[in-house]
């Protein structure tokens, strides 16, 4: 397997080299500060693939021991659990929502909502019962009482699953100024088939899978880099008021800055992947020692030995850690070069930063010091009404969301076989998306509504391009 994997890299390799135009910026052998274009998405961890494995390769900058920790975590994330006893990869439930990483994160992307008949496969549901409005601020979400907080549609047998959801949606256009319709079509989520009475105030919170790839990076960012750009009480008077959650970690045994998850309610990647074993498939960790399943009748065990190990958890958090971000494309094409003059007039680029510079991520010098463009301030904003999902996390209220990065947003097509957009994934394109933002930018909603269709077939040009 790692022989194969090392044979794929090293090819691609050579195809990046050979592929690259003579004035292109190659990955190997020159200095790489250089990069007026914004082309070098990841800095050195930079890869020149825009091929259906653009989000898998292993950042080129990584020395070979870590290369060799990087592909045992690859094989770890691939790794499908099964119900114990088992000789393999024992452990599953007994309540889950899938048997594998990658089975959410397909090729290291993006997810999407099942389709008519489709089954759920990269979609989950987090759950929660209010809190006291002045009580919500800064703490975790409420469990419910026999779910926990995150819906679990599978189980293992003769094990009762906790439910499924069923998913409607109805449409409604909007007219930009030019005459054109645009469809929006809106979700509705009804849990069905539960195991046991559901509270009758439930909070529910969909969410899809979003890529692995870029993490690293994100996570070596200094924190007051991101404190920068917070501005809660829109001091400035621009409308954007993005502000940093504060999460607990379990580790340290403290509230710190959250920066992973749609709601930036999870510290690091340590706990980002020991929270998805835990939550997703039922698997224990030295963090997380007791089973999602707890206090509830499909709770089969106690037990105070991790099914997954410290050193899988390392080598699992490593392996997102130090994922190759794609490099972006015609960057000199004059439509593409349009549509970011138009993001940026549009005020998008007010949230989606595009420029960053990562500090010293300890025990992962590939990632650290490096120049990137992740279009993202890492930092939660309220996106109005429609977008909401009404269930705070933390210091994020029931509105808001942290800026997603953007990198590599124009090859899920080529890598994940669909264009679904948003935390659920309701939009269909990027010009959807787009039009689902409100509140805080609600304002770059109306400038694009406003725009002609070769100004909006610019911007998405742009988009498609990172």
């Not at 080129?60 to 045992?72: G, R």
């Not at 959410?104 to 987090?126: I, Q, T, Y």
């Not at 958090?317 to 015609?330: D, E, G, I, M």
């Amino acid at each position: 397997m790692k022989n194969c994997l090392i044979g794929f890299i090293l090819i691609s390799l050579v195809s990046v080299i050979i592929g690259c135009k003579s004035d292109s910026p190659s990955i190997i052998g020159i200095d790489k500060s250089f990069d007026p274009t914004g082309a070098l998405s990841g800095g050195d961890t930079t890869i020149f693939d825009a091929s259906s494995h653009a989000f898998s390769i292993p950042a080129p900058n990584l020395s070979a021991v870590a290369l060799e920790k990087h592909l045992d975590g690859d094989v770890e994330f691939e790794a499908v659990f099964v119900t114990a006893p088992a000789e393999v990869n024992p452990g599953l439930g007994p309540i889950y929502n899938n048997i594998s990483c990658v089975n959410c994160h397909s090729r290291d992307g993006r997810g999407r909502p099942p389709g008519v008949n489709e089954k759920f496969v990269s979609m989950l549901f987090r759950l929660s019962l209010p809190s006291p409005e002045s009580e919500a601020a800064g703490k975790s979400p409420i469990p419910v009482p026999g779910y926990g907080t995150q819906l679990n549609n599978r189980a293992i047998y003769g094990t009762p699953a906790e439910g499924t959801v069923k998913i409607e949606y109805t449409e409604q256009a909007l007219t930009a100024e030019d005459g054109t319709r645009i469809h929006l079509r809106y979700p509705n989520y009804t849990i069905t088939d539960t195991y046991k009475p559901l509270p009758d105030v439930v909070e529910v919170s969909p969410r899809v899978a979003p890529v692995v790839f870029g993490l690293g990076l994100l996570e070596a960012i200094p924190e007051e880099t991101i404190l920068t750009f917070a501005d809660e009480s829109d001091v400035d008077g621009d409308g954007i008021s993005g502000k940093p959650n504060y999460v607990w970690d379990v580790v340290e045994k403290r509230y710190t800055l959250g920066r992973f998850g749609l709601k930036a309610n999870q510290p690091n990647l340590l706990q980002q992947v020991a929270s998805a074993y835990h939550d997703d498939m039922g698997l224990t960790t030295s963090l997380f020692l007791l089973e999602n399943s707890f206090g509830q009748p499909q709770h089969t065990k106690n037990s105070t030995t991790p099914e997954i190990s410290d050193e899988i958890l390392d080598v699992v958090t490593f392996y997102v850690q130090t994922l190759s971000v794609p490099a972006r494309r015609n960057v000199d094409d004059p439509q593409v070069m349009h549509g970011e003059q138009l993001f940026a007039q549009a005020q998008c680029a007010n949230c989606h930063i595009p420029t960053l510079r990562t500090g010293i991520l300890p025990g992962v010098p590939s990632v650290s010091n490096q120049t990137i463009h992740p279009y993202t301030d890492m930092l939660l904003h309220d996106m109005g009404p429609d977008l909401a999902d009404n269930r705070p996390d933390f210091h994020a209220s029931g509105s808001e969301w942290r800026t997603p990065p953007l990198w590599g947003i124009g090859l899920v097509q080529t890598v994940n076989g669909h264009t679904n957009f948003l935390h659920d994934g309701r939009a269909r394109n990027l010009m959807e998306a787009i039009l689902w933002h409100g509140g805080e930018a609600e304002k770059s909603r109306e400038i694009t509504l406003q725009m002609s269709k070769t100004e909006r077939d610019a911007l998405i040009a742009f988009l498609e391009s990172l």
